[in-house]
């Protein structure tokens, strides 16, 4: 019941808290247990709750040890959010030897009675675009349960890829990729003949079928390369081809890889003019989509003006979601901010906060407003007004920010054209480039 309740008010949360939620292949989820779901882990504990939440079953998590301390804090971490503790060798005192043989029979027993569990096989968590070692626990169960019941369990493990993007920002974007589940009936015989190797064998299975969900950078220069040159590429091509933003980087990631073995110069050059033409953006204090197709082909006075309109007629609605919601808004990134420095706890962090401060925040005025009005219109309207004044104001804030770049785009443009249209320039060589070279690796 209670976990019902969490995961209802938490996807509730997910949505609001991400501008875009992209779920592919979602049909390959297997309807029931048993089952082991596995993901990359970028984005601590915001990761299972992406997952959880889309999955009809309820689903049991393995986590690390050191989250669980006193007997309350283990009750509540066990049967309130179905955590099971794994004890890793990195958090135990030195030359003591990690036993995790009763957690093991747990998840037997478990995965026996059908049912669903969701295990990080890196065992880390760490905001990159990379897959680091995969860990054997995960092959070490599965097979594990599989031989209990002789292989006739029909457990499967589903493999599962999150791509962030800004992801410990709020109104970021996230994708999630399901893979083909993996049967782990067909490893009978090779495990009756050689269970070590069939662990080997099995893991670098799950961590090619990990891969092929995920955009991978080998390092962060290559990241922002992916960023820049697909948030170029991508606004070029929408009059022309529907493509999602993940399947743009996954196919600009492999195609990445392809030039650095094949063709390394290419990847130099693109590096050095991207480099240059983003420096340029950042000292004019510009963006790329300002100076895309579809921004330039508009009339930008005609733009400016419409907006404007917009924008003063829309003051009041703004003021209001300001009033109402400024002070529950500012709360959760004050927290995110205190409980750690890393980034991978930030996001995480601020929708669970933020999902408690605004139902705790909510609840006072809606009792307040009723104690002092006893207006009941009035009080039963305070909650979608709230909602839909707060999601107005962020809306305004962002069409005035883009405005005012706009106007200065207006103002250079007037001031100093030839460095404007050097700059259009630059930016129509780079989208050339990556149009040859898409060409190129298609061809290949």
């Not at 990445?256 to 950042?282: E, P």
């Not at 320039?425 to 480039?433: F, G």
Request: proline share 3%; glycine share 4%; net charge positive.
């Amino acid at each position: 019941m209670i976990y019902a309740f969490l995961k209802w008010l938490v996807k509730i949360a997910s949505r609001i808290f991400f501008s875009k939620v992209e779920v592919i292949d979602k049909a390959r989820i297997p309807k029931g247990g048993p089952l082991i779901v596995v993901a990359n882990h970028p984005n601590t504990f915001m990761d299972p709750i992406l997952i959880a939440v889309l999955l009809k079953q309820q689903v049991y998590f393995l986590a690390k040890a050191t989250v669980f301390g006193s007997p309350l804090q283990n009750w509540i971490l066990s049967h309130v959010f179905n955590m099971i503790p794994v004890y890793r060798k990195q958090d135990l005192p030195e030359g003591q030897k990690a036993d995790n043989n009763a957690i093991f029979e747990k998840c037997f027993k478990f995965l026996a009675k059908k049912g669903t569990l969701l295990i990080f096989p890196e065992g880390t968590s760490v905001m990159e675009k990379k897959l680091r070692e995969i860990k054997t626990g995960t092959a070490r169960i599965a097979l594990g349960a599989e031989q209990q019941h002789n292989f006739e369990l029909g457990l499967q493990i589903l493999p599962v890829g999150l791509n962030y993007r800004g992801g410990q920002y709020f109104r970021s974007e996230v994708s999630i990729e399901f893979a083909k589940p993996i049967s782990v009936r067909q490893f009978k015989e090779q495990y009756l003949e050689n269970e070590r190797e069939t662990v080997s064998t099995l893991t670098e299975e799950i961590r090619l079928a990990l891969e092929k969900q995920l955009v991978l950078a080998k390092d962060k220069n290559q990241e922002r390369m992916l960023e820049r040159a697909g948030s170029i590429f991508q606004k070029e091509l929408t009059d022309d081809v529907d493509i999602s933003g993940h399947q743009l980087q996954k196919a600009m990631a492999e195609a990445l890889v392809f030039f650095t073995k094949h063709d390394a110069t290419f990847i130099a050059d693109l590096q050095v003019k991207l480099n240059a033409y983003y420096r340029k953006l950042n000292y004019l204090k510009l963006k790329d989509q300002h100076l895309s197709k579809q921004n330039l082909a508009s009339n930008l006075w005609g733009k400016f003006l419409s907006v404007g309109t917009f924008l003063f007629l829309g003051v009041p609605f703004w003021l209001l979601g300001v009033l109402i919601n400024y002070l529950p808004y500012k709360v959760p990134a004050f927290v995110a901010s205190k409980v750690s420095k890393h980034i991978e706890y930030r996001a995480p962090v601020m929708l669970v906060v933020g999902m408690f401060v605004f139902s705790i925040y909510y609840t006072i005025a809606l009792v307040a407003l009723w104690h002092f009005t006893q207006i009941t219109w009035l009080t039963l309207g305070f909650i979608p007004v709230a909602v839909a004044t707060g999601f107005f104001a962020m809306y305004y804030w962002n069409v005035f920010q883009e405005n005012l770049i706009n106007l200065k785009l207006l103002y250079l443009f007037k001031k100093d054209k030839e460095l404007i249209k050097s700059l259009i320039e630059e930016r129509k060589d780079i989208y050339y480039m990556l149009k040859d070279a898409s060409k190129k690796y298609l061809d290949a």
